[in-house]
């Protein structure tokens, strides 16, 4: 099973990333996704999940991911001032803060740092971020829409009906696109497959 099948499949993005993937796979993801897929395994993990959240990070080979490994690490340092990334760097320290020897970061912790990034939020600071990982913060929450997108495309690929189309995972988003931006449940129907056929008979075989 190559990696595009597999996110088709698991249940949740959290399920997704519970798992070891290599490297090469996830850029095959972010590939296949239209997102970006430069820096680390964390750096592509988080694109996955803002892609699957409604939130589509598109390459950028201007952009600069250099970590600022001069600033010395503690609870009071605000995360954009120390270089913050889903790295190993940062995952050791809060290794080592929390006593948790394999650290994982959360979805939450996700949400957060994405929050801080499109804010500006200069004054949330590692610890804060570790108050995340507690759940003794909402600061932010993470959207569990991609849930109902899994849901969808999982029905999508099991339904015989659509075995013409080649890309499914492909076809699959362009629905729910048009179901996430609607007023219809938040559920796939084959219903959805014939009236938007216009839009998706180029992927048919």
Known sequence: MDIVDEMRQSSSYEEFSRRYHYRSELIQLCKSLGVDSSGNKADMLNNIIEYFGGVSVKPDNNKTRAEDISCELALDVPLLKCGFKFSNRFRQYFSQITGVQKFKFNADMVAA???????GDITFTLG????????????AKYDNSEC?????VKDFCADCRNAPFDNKLKVASILWGIVRESAM???YTYQLVEDNMALISRYRR
């Not at 740092?113 to 499109?118: G, I």
């Not at 109902?148 to 969808?152: A, G, I, L, P, V």
Request: glycine letters at 0%; charged letters at 40%.
């Open 185 to 187: 449940p938040k559920v």
């Open 128 to 139: 804060d971020m570790l108050e995340i990982y507690y759940r003794k913060s909402d600061y």
């Open 148 to 152: 109902k997108w899994n849901k969808f």
């Open 113 to 119: 740092w994405r929050k801080v990034k499109s804010t």
